[in-house]
């Protein structure tokens, strides 16, 4: 697969942007084809060699770049060459949307089998356990607990697994 076609999806981008982060962007988003040193790429971007190596270094770790070391046989020095391997982020990506709707469905859960209490002062929130062990006041303020909704927050995670399942074509089982 091109990297280019790759790039220009905006779902990838930003996944390559939330790992390496907006100083990383640049090594991310400019694959070159075949082998490269993370000197050469830092000159040829522009960038200071340790945002580089950072960048290059998160891409490994996510399996999306292989290096190999040569050795200098006079000076000793060791040199990176890397390969960029983006053929691994859609299934990277879809492994991530699953992890996502997983964490989603059980966060869910425990919204919609719990009962929560706020202190409106502090913003702290307790579960129905917790704030009966306080007398219904806050351990912090003293202020009365009061029985929180949240009825809106179950609907907007709600919306966010729909549109997850419908992107990985999925459905909850038993739903
Ligand atoms: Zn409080």
Same mark, same amino acid.
């Given at each position: 697969m091109a990297f280019e076609d790759l790039l220009s999806d905006p779902v990838i981008q930003k996944y390559l942007h939330e790992l390496v982060g907006p100083k990383g962007m640049p090594v991310a988003a400019a694959p070159p084809d075949g082998e490269v040193t993370d000197e050469e790429l830092a000159e040829e971007l522009d960038l200071e060699l340790n945002d580089v190596r950072r960048a290059l270094f998160i891409l490994y770790e996510n399996d999306l770049a292989s290096y190999r070391r040569l050795r200098d +046989?006079?000076?000793?020095w060791l040199t990176y060459l890397w390969t960029f391997e983006y053929d691994k982020i859609p299934e990277n990506l879809e492994e991530e949307m699953y992890r996502l709707l997983e964490a989603l469905r059980q966060r869910r859960e425990y919204e919609r089998t719990h009962e929560f209490y706020l202190? +409106?002062?502090?913003s702290l929130r307790f579960e129905f356990g917790e704030a009966m062990d306080f007398g219904f006041e806050c351990? +912090?303020?003293g202020s009365p607990l009061e029985s929180m909704e949240n009825s809106r927050l179950v609907e907007s995670m709600d919306d966010r697994i729909d549109a997850l399942e419908s992107e990985l074509n999925v459905e909850e089982l038993g739903a």
């Open positions: +046989e006079d000076s000793g202190c +409106e002062v502090c351990p +912090e303020c």
